[in-house]
């Protein structure tokens, strides 16, 4: 089955600062990678999702990037404020909504104001 | 759009006893729901996939009589934890797919006493 390995499992930046995710993942099926973010107690909300089809995606100051041949997959947050604090996880599936998603096992980012 | 409510958001029993869960896409239909358990900093693990109107699929290492899901209509999945016991204890967490992405619901405690 597929495999999803994230790394850091903890990140602190100070506000302002970029903050970098990594992921790798092992089925070369896969075709969807989504990032999810989850405050504590709460379910994970999609912060920004790529399909295989694209490189790079981005959506205000989050962006994704994938590379297909490495597999690997990264997300990028920029001018990081102190809500952006939260565990983040990557995901991989073999489709959409209708796929059962695989899971790395998170970072928990901690943003000093 | 695309809401997905769990019932009981939290919920304490005795060593023993069963539990139910509810997982309900409100405004739309789900023919796919997905139940995850996740431990406390841990990752989201797939337990089972429930598909409308035939047996769940289990995913390797989950007892599949001890966790029985349910999934009588388009809108809702259950899941019930018999016998429960106080390595039972988690956040179990239910998704549902629509428009090629999953969105998850709000997570329901499960403390076993």
């Known amino acids: 089955g597929e495999n999803v390995e994230q790394h850091p499992s903890t990140l602190s930046v100070q506000e302002g600062d970029s903050a970098v995710i990594k992921c790798t993942y092992s089925d070369s099926a896969s075709n969807y990678f989504p990032w999810y973010k989850q405050e504590l107690g709460k379910r994970p909300q999609l912060i920004i999702d790529i399909r295989s089809n694209v490189g790079e995606k981005k959506d205000q100051r989050i962006a994704v990037t994938l590379n297909k041949t490495a597999k690997h997959f990264s997300l990028h947050i920029t001018e990081t404020q102190p809500e952006d604090s939260a565990v983040y996880f990557c995901?991989?599936?073999?489709?959409?909504?209708?796929?059962?998603?695989?899971f790395g096992i998170g970072t928990k980012l901690q943003v000093i104001p | 759009g695309a809401v997905v409510s769990q019932h009981p958001s939290w919920v304490i029993c005795k060593s023993g006893t069963s539990v139910k869960i509810e997982c309900r896409s409100l405004d739309f239909q789900a023919t796919t729901m997905f139940w995850y358990r996740q431990f406390p900093k841990q990752s989201l693990m797939l337990m089972a996939t429930s598909n409308e109107g035939s047996k769940a699929t289990y995913e390797q290492g989950v007892e599949k009589d001890k966790f029985l899901i349910n999934h009588a209509s388009l809108t809702l999945s259950t899941l019930t934890v018999t016998s429960a016991h106080p390595e039972d204890s988690s956040f179990y967490i239910c998704?549902?797919?629509?428009?090629?992405?999953?969105?998850f619901g709000p997570g329901t405690r499960l403390t076993v006493l």
């Open positions: 998704s549902a797919g629509f428009a090629d992405t999953q969105y």
């Open positions: 995901a991989a599936s073999k489709g959409g909504g209708y796929q059962k998603v695989t």
